[in-house]
């Protein structure tokens, strides 16, 4: 398919004994945001490397823009924009050097663009890196990132760290950027409503695998969490298929399910149980019951 | 801060020439500047006028060489990365991995720009005092050297690999330095100087370096852009391995004491630079300096006719004692490098103990340890010169002698002086480690002074020191000229800091006079108490009262120690 950004498949990464990738297949495509979810160390980052060839892929197939990025790092690299996680910035020089220094690497930087974000942050162009704050310094590595316009977009926690201004600051940049006809963004980021707020594809990973790939309109209307009532008490939820997780005691119980209201009435009845109340899972509901079950499953195996 | 006008790279090659000149260009400056104003002036000024222009132009070649090795250490995070303190090896760019660029061109233009600086570094002072004092100007062969080197060295930091692998790199790089292959036979025309013929067949080993080298750091940084090779290689070496193997053998491991903090710091501060570790260090050193002279003299021309002398095996133990100090002091006040930054963690900052408690407890353990890194070497070396190798048997025998002069003393002038030598060295190294460390983290321009006045005496010594015959009386004449800086400037510190110590809160009147009481026990111990003739002095007055001053050193050390370590602590 033409229009597809990056293209992974059943890519595997194991750092000693730790699987950090394990058989990943994900597509991005043209136009699209993609929000990437997981707790820390679930391979998110080690996503993003693959992506921008700072990691090869020892098995499975990585393509961005129909290139290898460890064999095409000039073609791959420049119409990808990158802020990362640690934001790694020369602290020696100056803003202003930076930019004088990021732009003799791309064709398209848009100066004009530059200088407009520098404004809207209220960065000083002759201000050494050292001396910025930490919402400072990841603001002009977001300028850094976006003023060449790039095809793809790749932010590691855009946002970890900071305080409710900046990540406004940020995020209304980067709504900015893909709003320009035909760029792909994808970010990883803890703040689920965030990723709610921007996205408009969910992928969420954990423990190297991506346990949800899906678009957030169709993530929203799987999943619901619902309260339901038993007849006779239980120590444990019966064990029904398309529950993801449960809480409760006794006679009452919440589940996170992705299953239609008339589906889970059907698994329900055989235990004698109904439900009282069912609304749609935010996505963190989601999150932490996808991550509990993996979790489960993992002490299980 | 810039004089120049700001530039506008237009391509990737012009960025990272660019971005070195940024990270370089201070360092250049001061190099030329230094070398090409001060060195007329000394040569002008203290050189003896009956050497000849050859031996004039060979120990100027080598000062110049020895002035590059100042610049190289100076540019250090362009050399090395700083990420992880000094165990982490790796291309020094690699931020710019991200970045749309090959890695031919992320490897070869850095490279290219560093040995260009250091020909460049070379070539202006060499033709400068060609035309003001006529000494002799470079030659082909020393370019080829210091490219040489510059790509040897790069290729070893910069390609980093797995293991062991990066040791033996090095290991085998300066056994070919050490066995002379990476530098050829020379010699010189006898008047003016310059070198006269080369063994060309040797010069196709450093020819080589210069074309393989590249090649090898190219492909390294490819390796390490797409992840294949860790950059951390030299710390996880066989003999790092062997050392965090010993650090945790559970008989050095002691339970930390929880009844009193400065107890407490003690076991930390032990637990990270271990006693034990230290003598351990010793041995291995003294290892390694008996390979080190038995190699030299295997390879001198007249191996083994006098035997290795003990001014040989001093100088090595010297200068390996010199950056274990330095290394065991500086981390004594708590400074680590993170991303290339020199830091000290918040953790040791926010330690509820008072900085002079901190500071003793810690610098307390390395001197220590440093102690008995210098047993370790004594030991081992002692032991070879009794058992293993006749060749080490004179040096045996200068040390027994040495040994017996200062046993015939009586016990209390024994005990006396070995608190004297201990006092002088503890003072000389807290000194020079809260200079180190200050200027490393303090922007403070008291300091920056004092550390241009020691620069500047140390350089002057250096290179007089390099014109042998008449050199005594020429650093002498230096020296004294410079003395009454030392007679001003040390009372004048130990008030400036006693003063801020008291306004900063950072000392009690109390803590205070206590020191000044040590400090006057020190000064008791230490007095040198030099005997003047009136008749044979021309700076009476001077001496005398240098004498006065000098013994303040060890109160000196202490208050200069504890400002830099409230200034660490608390700005």
Redesign the interface.
Known sequence: MTDQVVRISNLSRQFGNVKALDNVSFCASQGKVYGLVGSNGAGKTTLI?HI?????ARSGDVEVFGLNP?QH??????DIG?L?ENR??????SI??LM???????PNWDQSYADELLDTFGLTPDKKI?DLSRGMRAQTALIAAVAHKPKLLLLDEPSSGLDAIVRKDILNAVVRTISEEGRTVIFSSHLLEEVERLSDHVVMIQQGHIVLDDSLEQVNETHHLSSVRFDEPHDALPAMEGVLSSDGEGRLWTITHSLSAAELGNRLAPHKGEIIESRNATLEEIFVARAGRILIEEIAA | MSFLPALNPRTPTQALLWKCWLRTRWKLFFHQAVTLIILPVIYVRYVPEDRTLAELSEANVTILIASLFILFASCGSMMYRMKNAWDSSGFVLDSDYKYPISSLRLSLVPQTYLVAMFLVAYTVPSVALHFILGYALPHWLSYILIAEFMLLVMMLYWTASDGWLTSARWVFALALYWGGYLVPDITRDETTGQIDSVSLIQLVIPVLICIVAPIITTRGVKLQRCGDVSEKAIGDSLLFRIVRRIQSLSFLKSPCPTDSPLLAEFWLIRQKRGLFLRLLTGLGLGVLIAAMVAGMDVWSDSPGNEGINLFEIAFFAGIFLIVVAIVGAVTSFGVSYIHETPRVSVFLRTRPLATSKLLYTRFAVTFAGLLLVALGMIVVLYGIGGLMLNAFSSAREEFDALMSVFLSQSASDIVVQSLRTLISLASILLVFCALITGLLLIRNSFLKLGAGVVVYLLVATVILGFFADSIEISIFDFLVSHLWILVVGLPVAVIYFSYDLLKNHVTSLLHLSILFVVGAICYWLTNTDIELDPETTDHLLLFQSFDLTYNLLPLFALLFALWTMSRIRHT
């Open positions: 490397k921008l060839g700072l990691l090869r460890v790092p000039e073609q791959v690299l420049v990158y990362s790694e910035l020369p602290d020696w020089m202003d050097q004088r220094y990021t732009k003799a690497f791309y050292k």
